[in-house]
C-alpha cells in the first residue's frame, strides 16, 4: 500500500508529479524495476531530485504509489464492464478484451516492474490475483443473461479461463514487447476474441467487427 502523501493541489504540483511517474514508466520498461534508478527518472522527468523525494520517499514508494494507481483503473475498467449492455455474449466478451487492451495500452511501461517485483513480493502478487479474482466475478455477473449462447459444460469456469487468458498474454506481451504497437494491433483482439469463443464453444463464431469496441 503506497504511504500517505499529499495529493498536489497546484497545477505546477500535479503535472511534475505526472512527469516523474511518466518518467518512472519508461525507465522501468527499459531496465526493468531492479535497474531503474530515481537519478534516471529524475533526468527524464526533467524535474530535480529535491522535487522527486518531496513527493516520493524513495523508488518503492514511487512503485506502490503507481500501482495504487494501476489497481484503480483496473477497477475502473470493471466498472466499465458492468455499465455495458451487450446484445449477445460474444459481444460482451469482446467489450471485455478491447478493455483489457486499452488497460495495458495505458500502463505498458509499467507490467515490466509488475512481472519483477511480484515475483519476489508476496503481497503485490497477492493484489494481482485480487484483480484477476475480480475481473471474473465481474464477468461472470454480466454474462448471465448469455448463459444459453455458450456450450461450455463449466459457464463460470470458462469464464474465468477466458480472463486467465486475456490477462495473462497481454501482460506477457506488454513484458516483452513495451511498444504499443503490438498490443494495439487489431488482430491481437481479433485472436483473443477467437479464442474465447472457444473456450465458450461457441460455434460459428460470430463476426466481431460489428461490435462497438
Not at 2 to 13: C, I, L, S, V, W
Not at 23 to 42: Q, W
Not at 109 to 127: D, H, L
Request: include cysteine.
Amino acid at each position: 500500500m503506497a504511504e500517505n502523501r499529499k495529493t498536489p493541489k497546484q497545477e505546477r504540483g500535479r503535472e511534475a508529479e505526472r512527469n516523474i511517474i511518466e518518467a518512472a514508466l519508461t525507465i522501468f520498461a527499459e531496465k526493468g524495476y531492479a535497474g531503474a534508478r530515481v537519478s534516471d527518472i529524475v533526468r527524464l522527468s526533467g524535474s530535480s531530485t529535491g522535487s522527486f523525494y518531496f513527493r516520493f520517499k524513495n523508488k518503492e514508494a514511487l512503485f506502490d504509489y503507481t500501482l495504487d494507481q494501476y489497481m484503480k483503473s483496473c477497477r475502473e475498467v470493471v466498472v466499465q464492464m458492468k455499465l455495458q449492455v451487450p446484445e449477445s455474449l460474444a459481444e460482451l466478451v469482446y467489450l471485455a478484451i478491447c478493455r483489457n487492451v486499452d488497460l495495458v495500452c495505458m500502463n505498458q511501461g509499467f507490467y515490466r516492474a509488475i512481472n519483477e517485483v511480484s515475483i519476489s513480493n508476496p503481497k503485490v502478487w497477492k493484489k494481482l490475483q485480487t484483480l484477476s479474482k475480480e475481473s471474473s466475478e465481474a464477468l461472470i455477473e454480466c454474462a448471465k443473461p448469455f448463459t444459453k449462447e455458450t456450450n461450455a459444460p463449466d459457464f463460470e469456469l470458462a469464464i474465468r479461463q477466458i480472463i486467465q487468458l486475456v490477462i495473462s498474454w497481454l501482460a506477457n506481451a506488454a513484458v516483452h514487447d513495451p511498444g504499443p504497437t503490438h498490443v494495439e494491433d487489431p488482430e491481437v483482439k481479433r485472436m483473443l476474441y477467437q479464442a474465447a469463443m472457444g473456450i465458450l464453444q461457441i460455434h460459428p463464431v460470430p463476426d466481431c467487427d460489428h461490435f462497438k469496441s
